[in-house]
């Protein structure tokens, strides 16, 4: 086990982003700072990211290394097309791994941290920030698996979800896609220090290609890098700023984000565990400049 070199100051936030079968490495990553005896005292995230913050937030890191060491028996790609709202793939998968957190009152009793999950209401294109927080004492916006989800229904790919929240009954899908307003680190309110976790490296969105199939690979990553840009320069502009440190994979993850096999996550999902080693030995080298 990786010892840290300095302690990170709490409270601790910790913001995840989205990335399809990217977030392998993601899953990775978080396992072995979670062995490492890290604790995190808020957690922020979504599409891929809100997943693996509900897995830190409930216990259940192992189960998700296995979601994608096994892709290839989960098939997550499962054909279900449907045209209300369009998509082409079902999202049986997600509700079958998501069952244990369908019972939002045994929820409320399980939950260890604060999480924050972000989906984009479709009506009018906002950017909604669900929380759940232990017994439900600083607020608990349910159904906590239908928003999970939904935050990953990526539009045309995965159907969006219809749920009630404040504004009534309301389709949600994908907060990572972006709305009428970029992300914020809302939910990481008071953290003194905040880690990012997310796959795409600063270089990847300087690429330009003409290139059909690498253009897909590279505009989801944009998409993400774009958002968590936003929302660390946001935070840190702050008056009292938490220090933000941002860990990306050392390596371009060569495949896409509904590349879900095994013998794409599995790899990711090692680096992940690497790559954080590398970060408790040496944490000031990802700290973001003000």
């Excluded at 600063?202 to 890098?225: A, Q």
């Excluded at 774009?226 to 860990?247: T, W």
């Excluded at 050392?250 to 013998?263: I, K, T, V, W």
């Amino acid at each position: 086990m990786t010892v840290m070199a300095e302690p990170l100051r709490r409270p601790l936030g910790l913001a995840l982003s989205g990335g399809g079968a990217l977030g392998a490495w993601q899953a990775g990553a978080l396992w072995a700072l979670a062995e490492a005896g890290l604790y995190f005292d808020k957690v922020l995230g979504f599409s891929a990211g809100a997943l693996a913050g509900a897995t830190y937030s409930f216990g259940m890191l192992e189960d998700l290394a296995s979601f994608y060491r096994d892709a290839d028996s989960r098939r997550v790609l499962r054909l279900g097309p449907g045209l209300r709202p369009p998509h082409l793939f079902s999202n049986q998968v997600l509700w079958e791994a998501l069952k244990p957190l369908c019972d939002d009152a045994a929820a409320k009793r399980s939950i260890r941290c604060s999480l924050t999950v972000m989906t984009l209401r479709v009506r009018d294109l906002t950017t909604v920030y669900s929380r759940f927080t232990p017994g439900g004492e600083g607020g608990w916006d349910g159904p906590l698996a239908g928003r999970l989800v939904a935050s990953c229904a990526i539009p045309g790919i995965f159907p969006a979800v219809r749920f009630e929240d404040r504004e009534g009954a309301a389709w949600h899908l994908d907060g990572g896609v972006g709305g009428r307003k970029l992300m914020t680190m809302e939910g990481l309110d008071g953290c003194r220090d905040i880690l990012v976790l997310e796959m795409v490296r600063p270089e990847e969105v300087r690429i330009r290609t003409w290139n059909p199939s690498l253009f897909f690979k590279l505009r989801g990553r944009h998409v993400c890098r774009r958002q968590l840009d936003h929302a660390v320069a946001r935070a840190l502009a702050g008056a009292e700023a938490p220090r933000v440190f941002r860990l990306a994979p050392s390596r371009f993850l060569d495949f896409s984000m509904l590349g879900f096999s095994s013998r794409n996550c599995v790899p990711a999902l090692e680096l992940g565990r690497k790559d954080a080693g590398a970060f408790l030995a040496s944490p000031g080298a990802c700290e973001a400049l003000r």
